[in-house]
């Protein structure tokens, strides 16, 4: 199969879908694999890092999209990218279809078959491609609201671990997942008060085996808004596999909160659980919503493009080897990954 992996072209976006490394081993199956000029640059791969696995550099996105027959990308397609698909094509790439409908209905248009990384599932029931960009966004929400609390950033001006004499920041996560989990690691290891929610006892569970500066309750609406109302920082992280994020965290409830706090929506992707979300890139990061800042970026992880890459490079070429199989659809794992086949809704998230 000729495989074609674009630059990407999201503001600021630096990730590559295959590193050099991942590419050598669908070259050692026999498969054609060609990547557009500079697109691992900022991931840290020169072309010639790639030529070194037998990749063929492509000068331009025309000739490569023109190749292909799967395309092999991070995100979803843009303007520039859904003008060079074709019916013909595999795409297989984050989509997150439920918060983008005019995607959904352009992917439809051209006629393709598109799966995505975030619906695919293991043997467990588990998202094992999205896993690895839940574990980065969790990690970086802290990290950047860590930044954002601080005076010069028009934050409360506060050390969220706190010190003798002053008291400990106040973390609130909401959906205590993959994402959400690390974003707890994180929290709890610079000091804060933690608290998570989720509907999961096992997760619930996870949260307190991190310290007793991490508790873990059920999402009761009540619950989360006291400790929303408290909090210094408010992490979103819900995930419904394929869904559009439910509002857990109402406009109510960020208006409640102290100016300089700082919202992070991990759940952007799939429209947000915080009700005053709404989409911004890097070119753009933040907004302030009643004296609360917002960090609502749709692709988080393109921040650290290397660990990124690196991460999501591991978790999709074995799959990548197998969708270019002629039986693939008899991986009934695979298969759950399909969103778009020939120009048809088939998730059923989507179709709900």
């Given at each position: 199969m000729r495989i074609g992996v674009p630059t990407e072209r999201k503001p600021l976006e630096g990730r590559v879908g295959l590193i050099p490394a991942a590419c050598a081993g669908l070259v050692k199956s026999g498969h054609e694999v060609m990547v557009e000029s500079g697109a691992g640059l900022k991931s840290g791969y020169s072309d010639a890092d790639f030529e070194h696995f037998g990749v063929k550099i492509i000068a331009d996105a025309d000739t490569l999209f023109e190749k292909a027959e799967m395309i092999v990308k991070v995100k979803e397609p843009?303007?520039?990218?859904?003008?060079?698909?074709?019916?013909?094509?595999?795409?297989?790439?984050?989509?997150?279809?439920?918060?983008?409908?005019?995607?959904?209905?352009?992917?439809?248009?051209?006629?393709?078959?598109?799966?995505?990384?975030?619906?695919?599932?293991?043997?467990?029931?588990?998202?094992?491609?999205?896993?690895?960009?839940?574990?980065?966004?969790?990690?970086?929400?802290?990290?950047?609201?860590?930044?954002?609390?601080?005076?010069?950033?028009?934050?409360?001006?506060?050390?969220?671990g706190g010190v003798p004499a002053a008291p400990r920041g106040k973390v609130v996560i909401v959906g205590g997942g993959v994402a959400g989990g690390n974003a707890a690691v994180v929290a709890a290891g610079l000091g804060a008060n933690v608290t998570v929610f989720d509907m999961s006892r096992a997760a619930l569970e996870r949260a307190r085996a991190l310290g007793p500066n991490v508790t873990g309750l059920y999402p009761h609406s009540e619950d989360v808004a006291a400790a929303v109302a408290k909090a210094d920082i408010v992490v979103g992280a819900?995930?419904?596999?394929?869904?559009?994020?439910?509002?857990?965290?109402?406009?109510?409830?960020?208006?409640?909160?102290?100016?300089?706090?700082?919202?992070?929506?991990?759940?952007?992707?799939?429209?947000?659980?915080?009700?005053?979300?709404?989409?911004?890139?890097?070119?753009?990061?933040?907004?302030?919503?009643?004296?609360?800042?917002?960090?609502?970026?749709?692709?988080?992880?393109?921040?650290?493009?290397?660990?990124?890459?690196?991460?999501?490079?591991?978790?999709?070429?074995?799959?990548?080897?197998?969708?270019?199989?002629?039986?693939?659809?008899?991986?009934?794992?695979?298969?759950?990954?399909?969103?778009?086949?020939?120009?048809?809704?088939?998730?059923?998230?989507?179709?709900?």
């Amino acid at each position: 199969m000729r495989i074609g992996v674009p630059t990407e072209r999201k503001p600021l976006e630096g990730r590559v879908g295959l590193i050099p490394a991942a590419c050598a081993g669908l070259v050692k199956s026999g498969h054609e694999v060609m990547v557009e000029s500079g697109a691992g640059l900022k991931s840290g791969y020169s072309d010639a890092d790639f030529e070194h696995f037998g990749v063929k550099i492509i000068a331009d996105a025309d000739t490569l999209f023109e190749k292909a027959e799967m395309i092999v990308k991070v995100k979803e397609p843009i303007e520039p990218d859904l003008k060079r698909l074709r019916k013909d094509h595999l795409l297989f790439c984050y989509l997150h279809l439920a918060a983008l409908p005019e995607l959904t209905k352009r992917l439809c248009d051209i006629g393709l078959t598109a799966v995505a990384f975030e619906t695919v599932e293991d043997q467990q029931g588990q998202l094992p491609l999205l896993a690895p960009m839940s574990d980065i966004a969790g990690r970086l929400s802290i990290q950047v609201a860590t930044h954002l609390l601080h005076q010069p950033q028009g934050g409360k001006g506060i050390l969220l671990g706190g010190v003798p004499a002053a008291p400990r920041g106040k973390v609130v996560i909401v959906g205590g997942g993959v994402a959400g989990g690390n974003a707890a690691v994180v929290a709890a290891g610079l000091g804060a008060n933690v608290t998570v929610f989720d509907m999961s006892r096992a997760a619930l569970e996870r949260a307190r085996a991190l310290g007793p500066n991490v508790t873990g309750l059920y999402p009761h609406s009540e619950d989360v808004a006291a400790a929303v109302a408290k909090a210094d920082i408010v992490v979103g992280a819900v995930l419904v596999t394929g869904e559009r994020a439910p509002h857990v965290v109402s406009k109510a409830m960020v208006k409640s909160m102290q100016p300089g706090s700082v919202v992070v929506d991990i759940s952007v992707d799939q429209g947000g659980c915080v009700e005053t979300t709404h989409p911004t890139t890097y070119a753009d990061p933040t907004y302030v919503w009643e004296g609360v800042t917002h960090f609502t970026v749709t692709n988080m992880p393109g921040a650290v493009p290397r660990t990124s890459s690196q991460a999501l490079s591991a978790a999709i070429a074995p799959y990548a080897e197998l969708l270019t199989r002629p039986d693939w659809r008899e991986n009934k794992y695979l298969v759950k990954g399909i969103n778009v086949d020939a120009g048809k809704v088939v998730h059923p998230a989507l179709l709900k």
